[in-house]
């Protein structure tokens, strides 16, 4: 296998981030194989609801109703009460006394019908069943559809009834972008939220690390050594097509988009040690964002773009800082533990998510940005990689299961857990992605 050349985290001992993604095993297997997700921890309150069969799903490529459920199951904040096969048309009130003697505080309502040209209609409305006496309908959508975006209608109706009953914009609509080695090959892969329709964007004999999503989601950039040093690229989705957004002397790496698209934070060596640069979409503009005389690296946006985080070794040990995104001081965030590295700031801007050496093995821990209380999310002991969904509420990360790379997610108050997997396989490098527009 070949190895890349240099990485800036090599000078933070930071092995597991970029080495495990050298060290992957040489396996064979299905590189498009779905994601199998599975949930080890749940929420401290459950709300109790009923998803029934949806009228005339039949007509859809896949019922939908099972992809609503395995979406709201997999939160760990629902416990779905089964009614076997039963069906609650959209067009009519559901008997809500009767569900509420099942033990549900909210049902669902939902039909399909055919529309012109060969697409649906899905209408549904949801219920709260503890209101009979006042208004007790919590609202609807009606969604027209192609059979292909089936499932996507599906992620939107969860990520509905989701914040209607929790308060919290759901996440079910999204994206996942993640490496698996496959055999001696490398894939970047693209797949929903719930780790099915995995779509490969790029295959490589060399490495590909560090995905960082557009704001917009039609693009993804990327590091990639197939020309036998790191050089970032800017991949869209839509088309397959790519071009270069930093090939400079030296190494190319950690590429974060801005909030706004137009430009992206990188880490360059061009002049000497691993340094931030920002630089425009169309890889014009390079300049540097603030000069050490260390190794700063790991750049990430604040949600409002006031702020660049980062991982310096400017006191000595690696350690979280931020500084405007107009250059000036950098400011020192974390103190807690002699190791911190790789900052994501949640997109609300209240959190902080990072990886912590503790007790001697490395975890994902969040601060909260106002309180400056720091709490341990994981009890695995090889994470890397946080990413937060687009709600703040769940954060993806890799981390390392008897030598085999699985990604997995824990909520933002760490009781909701889950893991994520491909038989067989090394998955590593994950970035959530925004909402599907």
């Given at each position: 296998?070949?190895?890349?050349?240099?990485?800036p985290?090599?000078?933070?001992?930071?092995?597991?981030?970029?080495?495990?993604?050298?060290?992957?095993?040489?396996?064979?297997?299905?590189?498009h194989?779905?994601?199998d997700?599975?949930?080890?921890?749940?929420?401290?309150r459950?709300?109790?609801?009923?998803?029934?069969?949806?009228?005339n799903?039949?007509?859809?490529?896949?019922?939908?109703?099972?992809?609503?459920?395995?979406?709201?199951?997999?939160?760990?904040?629902?416990?779905?009460?089964?009614?076997?096969?039963?069906?609650?048309?959209?067009?009519?009130?559901?008997?809500?006394?009767?569900?509420?003697?099942?033990?549900?505080?909210?049902?669902?309502?939902?039909?399909?019908?055919?529309?012109?040209?060969?697409r649906f209609?899905?209408?549904?409305?949801l219920?709260?069943?503890?209101?009979?006496e006042?208004n007790?309908?919590l609202g609807?959508?009606?969604?027209?559809?192609?059979?292909?975006?089936?499932?996507?209608?599906?992620?939107?109706i969860?990520?509905?009834?989701?914040?209607?009953?929790?308060?919290?914009?759901?996440?079910?609509?999204?994206?996942?972008a993640?490496?698996?080695?496959?055999?001696?090959?490398y894939?970047?892969?693209?797949?929903?939220?719930?780790?099915?329709?995995?779509?490969?964007?790029?295959?490589?004999?060399?490495?590909i690390?560090s995905?960082?999503?557009?704001?917009?989601?039609?693009?993804?950039?990327?590091?990639?050594?197939?020309?036998r040093?790191?050089?970032?690229?800017?991949?869209?989705?839509?088309?397959?097509?790519r071009?270069?957004?930093?090939?400079?002397?030296?190494?190319?790496?950690?590429?974060a988009?801005?909030p706004?698209?137009?430009?992206?934070?990188?880490?360059?060596?061009?002049?000497?040690?691993?340094?931030?640069?920002?630089?425009?979409?169309?890889?014009?503009?390079?300049?540097?964002?603030?000069?050490?005389?260390?190794?700063?690296?790991?750049p990430?946006?604040?949600?409002?773009?006031?702020?660049?985080?980062?991982?310096s070794?400017?006191?000595?040990?690696?350690?979280?800082?931020?500084?405007?995104a107009?250059?000036?001081?950098?400011?020192?965030?974390?103190?807690?533990?002699?190791?911190?590295v790789?900052?994501?700031?949640?997109?609300?801007?209240?959190?902080?998510?990072?990886?912590?050496?503790?007790?001697?093995?490395?975890?994902v821990?969040?601060?909260?940005?106002?309180?400056?209380?720091?709490?341990?999310?994981?009890?695995?002991?090889?994470?890397?990689?946080?990413?937060?969904?687009?709600n703040?509420?769940?954060i993806?990360?890799?981390t390392?299961?008897?030598?085999?790379?699985?990604?997995?997610?824990?909520?933002?108050?760490?009781?909701?857990?889950?893991?994520?997997s491909i038989?067989?396989?090394?998955?590593?490098?994950?970035?959530w992605?925004?909402?599907?527009?």
């Amino acid at each position: 296998m070949t190895m890349p050349r240099s990485s800036p985290f090599d000078a933070f001992g930071n092995l597991f981030r970029l080495l495990c993604v050298l060290l992957f095993a040489c396996l064979t297997t299905n590189a498009h194989a779905d994601i199998d997700i599975t949930v080890t921890g749940t929420g401290t309150r459950l709300f109790p609801l009923i998803v029934p069969v949806f009228e005339n799903e039949g007509d859809l490529p896949k019922p939908i109703s099972d992809i609503v459920r395995a979406d709201l199951q997999r939160s760990g904040r629902f416990s779905l009460v089964d009614l076997g096969p039963l069906t609650l048309p959209e067009s009519r009130m559901p008997d809500l006394a009767a569900m509420a003697t099942r033990g549900a505080d909210a049902v669902l309502a939902a039909s399909v019908r055919p529309s012109p040209n060969g697409r649906f209609e899905i209408r549904f409305r949801l219920f709260d069943t503890t209101r009979r006496e006042s208004n007790p309908e919590l609202g609807g959508m009606v969604l027209q559809v192609s059979p292909a975006q089936h499932r996507l209608a599906a992620h939107r109706i969860a990520d509905f009834i989701y914040e209607k009953l929790t308060g919290i914009p759901g996440y079910f609509a999204t994206r996942i972008a993640y490496v698996v080695k496959s055999g001696s090959r490398y894939e970047l892969q693209i797949a929903d939220s719930d780790g099915m329709s995995a779509q490969t964007a790029l295959r490589s004999p060399e490495s590909i690390i560090s995905p960082s999503w557009s704001p917009d989601g039609q693009h993804i950039a990327y590091v990639s050594f197939e020309a036998r040093k790191p050089v970032i690229y800017v991949h869209t989705l839509a088309t397959g097509q790519r071009r270069v957004l930093a090939n400079f002397k030296g190494s190319n790496s950690a590429p974060a988009w801005a909030p706004d698209g137009k430009r992206l934070a990188v880490v360059l060596t061009k002049d000497g040690l691993s340094q931030i640069y920002l630089i425009n979409a169309d890889g014009s503009g390079a300049r540097r964002l603030i000069t050490s005389s260390g190794i700063d690296t790991e750049p990430a946006w604040s949600p409002e773009g006031q702020w660049i985080y980062f991982t310096s070794d400017r006191s000595g040990d690696p350690q979280i800082y931020r500084v405007s995104a107009t250059g000036g001081a950098a400011e020192r965030v974390t103190f807690e533990a002699p190791y911190n590295v790789t900052p994501r700031p949640s997109p609300d801007g209240k959190k902080l998510v990072f990886v912590t050496r503790h007790e001697g093995r490395f975890r994902v821990a969040a601060i909260d940005l106002a309180t400056r209380q720091t709490a341990i999310l994981t009890d695995s002991g090889r994470d890397e990689s946080p990413s937060f969904a687009p709600n703040s509420n769940m954060i993806l990360y890799a981390t390392d299961i008897g030598g085999r790379g699985v990604l997995s997610a824990v909520s933002a108050d760490g009781f909701v857990k889950q893991r994520l997997s491909i038989q067989a396989a090394d998955v590593r490098e994950p970035a959530w992605g925004p909402l599907q527009q």
